[in-house]
């Protein structure tokens, strides 16, 4: 969160999920923190108590695996965060999921900015300016595959293909682009609390990494 920055308001007194956290507010005006899928697990969980945490937690996968994309949908299970207050909340939150608290803030200001990806391109330099010559057929099937909450990532996006206000792929289904639409949900099921959006303002360093080595050849369009 920028420097200055108000935090998001997140719900007073309720349970909410945030990506793939599930956040419980105790009794004593402290918060619990679980991966959702863990919800309801009677299994001991490993208890931290510091913010700072959410760090380590949220360096690795189940396997062990460096998550480059914290946004991605393979935060490790078995772990329970128990924190002081909403203070160390949003730094637990911030750390699990870098800057979507920020977006989240100026969205509710009325001053949330998105970038069109042709834009995002179009101002690379040196190895990445080669980005901006994929084809608007190899982003709608790409971004289909890199963004796809399902395997890819989690945040709602809010950013077009263009300045004509294209859509990003054509291949993603409606909720991709919905804030109220939970993308965490898979297989059917259903919301089991309130939700906090991921919301991404703008292609990510990643994304267009990875446009980069589709027009190089390194990557198929998929």
């Known amino acids: 969160m920028a420097m200055g920055e108000r935090p998001a308001r997140l719900p007073a007194g309720q ?19 679980r991966h959702r899928d863990d919800a309801e ?3 001991a969980m490993k208890i931290v108590d510091h913010a700072e945490e959410a760090t380590e937690i949220a360096r690795t996968d189940d396997d062990g ?5 914290k946004t991605a949908p393979d935060l490790r299970r078995g772990w329970q965060l128990e924190i002081s207050g909403k203070n160390d909340l949003n730094r637990a939150l911030d750390f699990f999921y870098p800057g979507r608290l920020g977006v989240l803030a100026a ?12 834009e995002t391109l179009g101002r690379q330099t040196g190895m990445y300016r080669i ?11 790409f971004i289909a595959d890199f963004c796809r909450s ?24 409606p909720e991709k682009f919905d804030p109220d639409y939970d993308q965490a949900l898979t297989g059917g099921a259903e919301p089991i609390a309130k939700n906090i959006p991921l919301l991404c303002q703008e292609a990510c360093n990643l994304l267009v ?3 980069r080595k589709v027009v190089k050849g390194e990557r198929t369009a998929s």
């Not at 349970?15 to 923190?33: A, E, H, K, M, S």
């Not at 969205?107 to 042709?118: G, I």
Request: charged content about 20%; some cysteine; proline content about 9%.
């Open 150 to 173: 399902d395997g890819g990532c989690l945040r709602t996006i809010l950013w077009k293909r263009d300045a004509n206000g294209a859509i990003p792929s054509t291949k993603l289904p």
């Open 15 to 33: 349970v909410f999920t945030f990506g793939q956290i599930l956040v419980r507010p105790l009794p004593d005006g402290r918060f619990q923190l």
């Open 41 to 43: 697990s009677p299994e």
């Open 107 to 118: 969205q509710a200001a009325n001053r949330l900015e998105t970038t069109p990806l042709r």
């Open 209 to 211: 990494a990875e446009c």
């Open 131 to 141: 980005a901006a010559n994929i084809t608007d057929s190899q982003l709608d099937c």
């Open 65 to 69: 695996v460096y998550r480059p994309l």
